[in-house]
């Protein structure tokens, strides 16, 4: 370490910093970094909310996230939530509850009862922050952004301000941070979501980790991304309401995979009556991607649906 004094900025020789057998690690696997930041993105009415709860519950209990994402570092969590009543916050996360088989009581999912919190401002900064200091949640939740706030969200030198507040209380104390927020109408999905978030570019490039929601036909995808991570497969979500007593979302199919089936199905019926194509050919008639044919043909193959020959692909016999 260089010799420093009051008037210097730390330093260190990039040799001497310390590294991480696996520097990304997970609060929740896939989904959101641990002490990463970010916004959980979507239009209205695209279930955010019921997202941000089943992450929270999943992180204050160690239970797996929609059934499916594990939790390698639970622990507790704070949440404030503008827009809900207290009861109706707590019907919906015993619902969750219900449907894991969980009881409420030692849980340590910690609900903010305040009726205002403007965090722009003193003195709720500061009482955010001593409240987080005694809890020390591994999850800090604040539902929807616009309601915690009274800056113009469009003025890029407001929002940074704000989200510096918050990126200070994830270094100090070792949390993530969940921000949920709404898309501008018709907003794009898949990777280029962030770039819909309501308000200044900078609330997307804020975030460590960012999930966004957007309605597919009758149903809803999440999709993901993180800044040193790869993003995990875009998956199709429901709102479970069978059982109104146990309401919960749930994954009911990876985004792709449909389509990979259909490529498939489509390879078959095109090598029928012994035909025998060239990848070339099949391509040109299927007009796919090379790599989307590339691995159907490999998952037919391995199925021992088709085989290849000298002259193309045929069905295997």
């Known amino acids: 370490m260089i010799a420093e004094n009051n ?32 916004v959980i993105g979507g239009a209205p009415k695209c279930s955010k909310t019921w997202l941000a709860l089943d992450m929270s519950l999943s992180v204050a209990t160690g239970t797996a996230c929609l059934d499916r994402y594990e939790v390698p570092l639970p622990g507790p969590v704070l949440v404030y939530l503008a827009e809900d009543s207290l009861p109706i916050v707590r019907e919906r996360v015993e619902g969750i509850a ?49 309601r915690i706030h009274g800056i113009d969200e469009n003025r890029a030198a407001e929002v940074a301000e704000l989200l510096a507040y918050f990126r200070s209380l994830q270094r100090q104390l070792d949390l993530s941070v969940v921000l949920v927020h709404h898309t501008r109408k018709n907003g794009a999905g898949g990777t280029a979501a962030g770039l819909g978030l309501r308000g200044s570019g900078d609330i997307h490039a804020f975030g460590d ?17 993180h ?72 998952n037919l193959q391995q199925a021992g649906r088709i085989s290849r020959t000298p002259t193309g692909w045929q069905r295997a016999s």
């Open 7 to 38: 008037q210097s900025l730390p330093v260190v020789r990039v040799a001497d910093i310390v590294t991480e057998e696996n520097p990304q690690r997970w609060l929740i696997d896939q989904l959101w970094g641990a002490s990463a930041v970010g």
């Open 98 to 146: 219900r449907h894991r088989n969980l009881r409420l009581d030692s849980v340590p999912l910690h609900v903010i009862t305040a009726p205002v919190l403007r965090l722009d401002r003193e003195p709720h900064r500061t009482q955010l922050l001593e409240t987080a200091k005694r809890l020390r949640p591994r999850l800090l939740l604040l539902d929807p952004l616009v």
């Open 209 to 225: 980790s960012n999930l966004y929601l957007r309605r597919s036909g009758d149903g809803l995808m999440l999709s993901s991304e």
């Open 227 to 298: 800044r040193a991570a790869a993003a995990a497969r875009s998956v199709y979500l429901e709102l479970v309401t069978s059982d109104t007593q146990t309401t919960h979302l749930a994954v009911t199919a990876d985004v792709g995979k449909e389509q990979q089936r259909d490529i498939q199905t489509r390879v078959l019926d095109l090598l029928g009556e012994s035909r025998v194509l060239t990848r070339a050919k099949l391509r040109e008639t299927l007009s796919v991607k090379n790599e989307r044919l590339g691995q159907a043909l490999e």
